[in-house]
């Protein structure tokens, strides 16, 4: 198998290149859309056999049968959850690192990936405005940089109330009801309490409502505060700067959630929103969210990088050679060992187009959704549900039950017209759009609103 036989090796890669290629580069691209079990069964069949299908049949299968199953979350009325669209440059170099056997954990082994992935590092902490000093590294997806930074933080904590002498061992987290729901999550996996905090009437955490939370329940008790910069559900940004005061007073660690929002760190019409976030200890984004990277990317960012490394650098002797080593090793700053080098797609498009095509693709989402706002306050059908702070607008369609929802979601998909699915805020089914995809235009908006006539 991993003896090299000219021909059919040739077909095979070739094969995959090709379907690569034409994807790649298509316009305009299909939506497609799921299909039953009993039909994947029927068309596909038994795919993993003991002699194999060989390479023209397997890729025939993925290009016209299972792909096809698949939803684009790169297409243009893709507007649900939050959207994948890579840049094209970013993509094609999904391919190169997946080809070139490149192990991203540690300086040693894969010591160019590391200081490109570093680079693309620190654009996003220099957005984020954390000290020079700051570091981290590329995770997975926003569950688990969450953890990794809140093991941290529970590290030093403990560290803390160890050196000071006074035995406790806090283990609550405080966050409102609007933090993602993987902050709760990996809670449950460190055995630990979220202590949920009011929120304002703008939906965001606030320094006031968290002084009394921790007040009522024993500042000493928490290790972690959790705010966010753009919910997934309605892409509030909290109030970090007196969120940020709070934590300072009770010497506790502030975390930001920017996986979804973070991007907007870069466009200048949203920026002052952010403010605050410079003192965070901890912050993570998902470039591929509104970065324009390909799945699964998680930037991981600490203000003291060697909190993390305390916390997470694993032991064994067969590692002394990395961890004895003075190199920046990712593997140290996070959860898990092993690592795909998966900044470099992101670190390839930034080289490729520069930071300041960045900025005028994340404001052209912002503009796309700013007219979307306007559309929905000029329909008597449809009510904004709030002004929309970054590239997330949630709204109603008068007289609708959560029946009328679905069915018009269905109704779209079905045509592979659009992809909206209903949300539900506070026992209400309501809709939103979620735009990060610089292809969705103006006329996208208004024309999936015009079929809720």
């Not at 009328?404 to 805020?425: K, S």
Request: charged content about 20%; aromatic content about 8%; some cysteine.
């Amino acid at each position: 198998m991993h003896s090299f036989d000219k021909d059919p090796d040739h077909v095979a890669v070739e094969q995959v290149l090709r379907y690569a290629r034409q994807r790649l580069l298509m316009d305009p691209i299909p939506l497609d859309g799921p299909q039953t079990e009993e039909y994947l069964t029927s068309a596909a069949g038994q795919t993993i056999t003991a002699a194999g299908l060989g390479a023209p049949r397997a890729m025939e299968l993925f290009e016209h049968t299972l792909a096809p199953a698949c939803l684009s979350t790169d297409h243009p009325r893709y507007l649900s959850f939050i959207p994948c669209a890579p840049t094209r440059e970013a993509a094609a170099f999904d391919v190169v690192v997946g080809a070139s056997s490149v192990y991203g954990g540690s300086w040693l082994e894969g010591a160019g990936a590391v200081y490109a992935e570093n680079q693309a590092l620190r654009w996003i902490a220099d957005l984020a405005g954390l000290p020079e000093c700051a570091g981290g590294v590329f995770v997975p997806g926003g569950t688990v940089g969450n953890l990794s930074a809140l093991v941290v933080a529970r590290h030093t904590a403990r560290n803390k109330a160890t050196a000071a002498g006074t035995g406790a061992r806090p283990w609550r987290i405080a966050a409102t009801d609007n933090a993602h729901s993987s902050v709760v999550s990996m809670a449950a996996v460190m055995d630990a309490e979220v202590c949920g905090v009011p929120v304002d009437e703008k939906l965001r955490l606030t320094g006031p409502a968290l002084r009394k939370t921790l007040e009522e329940h024993g500042p000493e008790t928490f290790f972690a505060v959790v705010a966010t910069s753009g919910t997934t559900n309605f892409g509030v940004v909290d109030d970090l700067e007196s969120v940020a005061d709070v934590c300072e007073e009770f010497g506790l660690w502030l975390h930001v959630d920017g996986a979804y929002g973070g991007a907007g760190l870069a466009a200048p019409s949203v920026r002052h929103l952010f403010n605050g976030i410079e003192r965070a200890d901890s912050f993570i984004v998902d470039p591929h969210k509104w970065l324009f990277a390909p799945f699964d990317c998680c930037a991981l960012l600490y203000r003291d990088p060697e909190l993390a490394r305390t916390a997470h650098t694993q032991e064994a002797g067969y590692l002394d050679v990395l961890t004895k080593a003075t190199e920046w090793n990712p593997t140290d700053y996070s959860i898990g060992l092993t690592r795909r080098a998966r900044g470099l797609p992101l670190w390839y498009s930034l080289a490729v187009h520069g930071t300041d095509a960045y900025v005028e693709a994340i404001e052209s989402t912002l503009a796309v959704v700013r007219h979307a706002a306007r559309e929905i306050e000029a329909r008597p059908y449809v009510e904004l549900v709030r002004e929309p702070d970054l590239s997330v607008v949630v709204f109603r369609r008068l007289g609708w039950e959560p029946a009328d929802y679905q069915a018009w979601t269905d109704r779209l998909l079905a045509a592979e017209f659009a992809f909206v699915v209903p949300t539900t805020f506070r026992g209400e089914t309501l809709t939103r759009f979620a735009v990060v995809n610089p292809h969705t235009s103006k006329e996208d908006v208004t024309a999936i609103l015009d079929t809720m006539a």
